[in-house]
């Protein structure tokens, strides 16, 4: 049995499959099991409650203890697409609890900290452990968080998109603290996994790139590729 939640629970039901629901319904129903995974101190928790909550809270580190989630509702094209988005811990020591979840994740946000050289270099065992454990058609997508440190850059951003194409995985940068592209981020998810369910369930496919290129467009927002 999976271990329950602890910090962000706020109670967790089963997607129910009734025959009688369309699909849009079932949309409602179901809950899209989103994973936020990458090292320790990346900024996977700054990350939900920058998205969650709209605020950076500074200050000391303290880490993630088990796994918890919490729940979004996002609209896409006037469908609710409930994301359930479980925050890991990246510290070793829980990595046989996290890897219990992936079999069950429709999406997986891989986080690495573009100051953080280790954190980039760990991104391909975190890859190879996704294939290992999740779902072939799961929906994955890189980011490079603490895109504000600047100053303190380890990481190129065009070695962050390199990686990103190797894999075929869509790819930006993030800052928990401003808030840049997280909105973005979870959006581009909920738009691939209303994709998939709703027009072409049985052909899983990266749209993600094309709406992050149009939101680039439109804005001149995002760090992408
Ligand atoms: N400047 C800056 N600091 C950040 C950002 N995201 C997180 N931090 C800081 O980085 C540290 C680690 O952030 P967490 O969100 O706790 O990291 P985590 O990935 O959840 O760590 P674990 O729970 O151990 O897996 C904290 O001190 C955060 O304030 C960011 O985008 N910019």
């Known amino acids: 049995?999976?271990?329950?939640?602890?910090?962000?629970?706020?109670?967790?039901?089963?997607?129910?499959?009734?025959?009688?629901?369309?699909?849009?319904?079932?949309?409602w129903r179901d809950r899209k099991m989103t994973i936020l995974v990458g090292d320790s101190g990346v900024g996977k928790t700054s990350l939900l409650v920058q998205f969650d909550q709209g605020k950076f809270i500074p200050g000391s580190f303290s880490a993630t203890v088990g796994i918890g989630f919490t729940n979004k509702v996002i609209a896409v094209d006037n469908v609710n697409i409930k994301l359930q988005i479980w925050d890991t811990a990246g510290q070793e020591r829980f990595r046989s609890v996290t890897h219990a979840y992936y079999r069950d994740a429709h999406a997986l946000l891989l986080l690495y900290d573009i100051t953080s050289k280790s954190s980039f270099d760990n991104i391909r065992a975190w890859l190879t452990e996704i294939h290992e454990y999740a779902e072939s058609d799961v929906v994955i997508m890189l980011l490079g968080n603490k895109a504000d440190m600047s100053s303190d850059r380890a990481i190129r951003r065009d070695e962050g998109e390199r990686l990103a194409r190797e894999y075929s995985v869509p790819f930006m940068e993030t800052s928990a603290k401003t808030g840049v592209n997280v909105d973005l981020a979870f959006t581009a998810v909920a738009k691939e996994l209303k994709h998939r369910a709703v027009q072409h369930p049985n052909q899983p496919k990266f749209q993600i790139h094309d709406y992050i290129e149009a939101q680039r467009e439109k804005s001149g927002c995002c760090s992408y590729f």
């Open 1 to 27: 049995a999976l271990p329950q939640p602890t910090a962000l629970s706020c109670g967790y039901d089963r997607p129910s499959q009734s025959p009688d629901l369309n699909p849009i319904e079932h949309l």
